[in-house]
């Protein structure tokens, strides 16, 4: 039983354009969303986060959006760079627990 | 500051040996995690402690698992008897308080 789910296992975008990755959830209780990066035969990279009191959280090229009421979370990348190729996973916690709970990946491919 | 890091980064061993990975956490950090990933699927929770002490270990999958925190500081998570199902990559993160997880680079264990 998958409590985060992102249902693109891949994604390919243009250099310069923007690149969307999706995240659904199930639990109502997580109020908690990350974002993390993971290059090959490295651990996964924190990248931004968001609470459930907001439903935006920009950092550089990187925005989050949380749709609490669709249960649904999206990460845009823009303008997206060649270096941004990786998989990307999105994560969620409950309140007060540390425990993540992480969706399968989606792997982005930038290509010039 | 170094960062999370792990060891060793690959083990091969056949099934019913024993393996023990180690983590040792980012310097003053007091919480650690492993997590582990599985044939590509998503990256799953075992447990976390608090200085030495297990705080959360609902994830860990049954009690061919142990793991400890001897001092709070370093911690060793010990497969034994290692099945088939267990082969995949361990992670292992630390955190100041409820902030940011930081992952190491991961243990690949196969078992044969």
């Known amino acids: 039983d998958q409590q985060v789910k992102q249902n693109s296992p891949s994604l390919s975008v243009q250099e310069g354009r923007i690149s969307i990755l999706n995240c659904d959830y199930t639990n109502s209780m997580f109020d908690y969303f990350l974002w993390y990066k993971k290059y090959p035969a490295e651990g996964p990279t924190f990248l931004i986060s968001?609470?459930?009191?907001?439903d935006k959280n920009e950092d550089g090229r990187f925005t989050v959006f949380l749709n609490k009421s669709a249960k649904h979370l999206s990460l845009h990348i823009v303008p997206s760079q060649p270096g941004d190729s990786a998989v990307y996973f999105c994560a969620a916690s409950e309140y007060n627990t540390d425990k993540l709970i992480f969706g399968t990946g989606t792997r982005l491919q930038v290509f010039p | 500051e170094a960062g999370v890091t792990q060891f060793p980064s690959h083990s091969v061993i056949e099934k019913g040996q024993t393996v023990t990975l180690r983590c040792d956490p980012i310097s003053g950090h007091d919480n650690l995690y492993w997590y582990r990933r599985v044939m590509g699927k998503e990256i799953k929770f075992l447990l976390h402690f608090v200085k030495e002490s297990k705080q959360d270990e609902s994830g860990m999958p049954n009690n061919r698992f142990l793991a400890e925190r001897t001092g709070g500081t370093y911690s060793t998570l010990k497969v034994q008897p290692a099945e088939l199902e267990d082969s995949g990559v361990y992670f292992c993160?630390?955190?100041?308080?409820?902030?940011?997880?930081?992952f190491g680079p991961g243990t690949r264990l196969t078992v044969t």
């Open positions: 968001i609470s459930s009191i907001k």
């Open positions: 993160a630390s955190s100041r308080g409820s902030s940011e997880q930081y």
